[in-house]
């Protein structure tokens, strides 16, 4: 029993490994990772997708964000379906499609992308910097689709400023404001997210031969400017005589 499952769980998502949402493309897999969250996406088989949450950066100062309501639609009904039939928690979407008003879907992506660098590279996130010096391959999640309440995304419409705050260890939320005041909080629960997005670190190096966070890229996309995907390793030199 155990095994069918665990096969149908992948013909589901063997499927639908991606979508596209506002011309942007989101990942799709059975579990879905935190928005800031940083790790490493798994390879499962045939599936790209899976990705393992290894740490969550300590934020100090709070992150503006984009956030934009979106209508669903038949593909992304679909794959939000399959996820509900593994996940019992998740709340249900009354879509139809010959109705003209749909339920809709929330997009939110980092958007002060200075600012989570500047939180990387700060002393109270030490532990996270070393963890990206000693691997050189984990990304972070940059964006998520996921479906909130009626209620919700009201509170989202009246507000014209949001932010992704830490006020709980290792827990993330997003801050409304309106007109510089705070309206509201919402939490955003792992089980409502349909897809994600990876952005690459870049690194710089400083006058005194220091490497640093110096950008954030979306998915593989090249590093600009005098910034570099890898660390690179200094070539020692040799004297001239050394035999």
């Given at each position: 029993?155990k095994?069918?499952?665990f096969?149908?769980?992948l013909?589901v998502?063997?499927?639908c490994q991606?979508?596209?949402i506002k011309?942007?493309?989101?990942?799709?897999a059975?579990?879905?990772?935190?928005?800031?969250?940083?790790?490493?996406?798994k390879?499962?088989?045939?599936?790209?997708?899976?990705?393992?949450?290894?740490?969550?950066?300590?934020?100090?100062?709070?992150?503006?964000?984009?956030i934009?309501?979106?209508?669903f639609?038949?593909?992304l009904?679909k794959?939000?379906?399959a996820?509900?039939?593994?996940?019992?928690?998740?709340?249900?979407?009354?879509?139809?499609d010959?109705?003209?008003?749909?339920?809709?879907?929330?997009?939110?992506?980092?958007q002060?992308?200075?600012?989570i660098?500047?939180?990387?590279?700060?002393?109270?996130?030490?532990?996270v910097?070393?963890?990206l010096?000693d691997t050189?391959?984990?990304?972070?999640?940059s964006?998520?689709?996921v479906?909130?309440?009626?209620?919700?995304?009201?509170k989202?419409?009246?507000a014209?400023t949001?932010?992704?705050?830490?006020?709980?260890?290792?827990?993330y939320?997003?801050a409304l404001?309106?007109?510089?005041?705070?309206?509201?909080?919402?939490?955003?629960?792992?089980e409502?997210v349909?897809g994600?997005q990876?952005?690459s670190?870049?690194?710089?190096?400083?006058?005194?031969?220091?490497w640093?966070?110096?950008?954030?890229?979306?998915?593989?996309s090249n590093?600009?400017?005098?910034t570099y995907?890898?660390?690179?390793k200094?070539?020692?030199?040799?004297?001239?005589?050394?035999?």
């Amino acid at each position: 029993m155990k095994n069918s499952f665990f096969v149908l769980l992948l013909v589901v998502f063997a499927s639908c490994q991606s979508t596209q949402i506002k011309n942007e493309s989101y990942k799709v897999a059975p579990s879905s990772p935190e928005l800031g969250s940083i790790g490493q996406s798994k390879s499962l088989f045939d599936l790209q997708n899976e990705f393992e949450e290894r740490t969550l950066p300590k934020l100090e100062n709070k992150i503006r964000v984009a956030i934009e309501v979106v209508p669903f639609n038949k593909k992304l009904n679909k794959i939000y379906t399959a996820k509900a039939k593994f996940n019992q928690n998740q709340s249900k979407i009354n879509y139809v499609d010959s109705l003209p008003t749909k339920p809709e879907l929330v997009t939110i992506r980092l958007q002060d992308v200075t600012g989570i660098v500047e939180e990387l590279n700060a002393p109270h996130n030490t532990a996270v910097f070393r963890l990206l010096v000693d691997t050189q391959k984990y990304k972070m999640v940059s964006g998520i689709a996921v479906s909130l309440s009626n209620d919700e995304i009201a509170k989202i419409r009246q507000a014209d400023t949001y932010y992704l705050t830490n006020t709980q260890e290792n827990k993330y939320d997003i801050a409304l404001y309106k007109s510089g005041k705070k309206t509201s909080t919402i939490a955003i629960n792992a089980e409502t997210v349909l897809g994600y997005q990876l952005s690459s670190f870049c690194w710089g190096i400083s006058e005194k031969g220091n490497w640093y966070i110096a950008d954030m890229v979306q998915g593989n996309s090249n590093c600009k400017g005098k910034t570099y995907s890898k660390i690179k390793k200094k070539k020692k030199s040799k004297a001239l005589f050394d035999m």
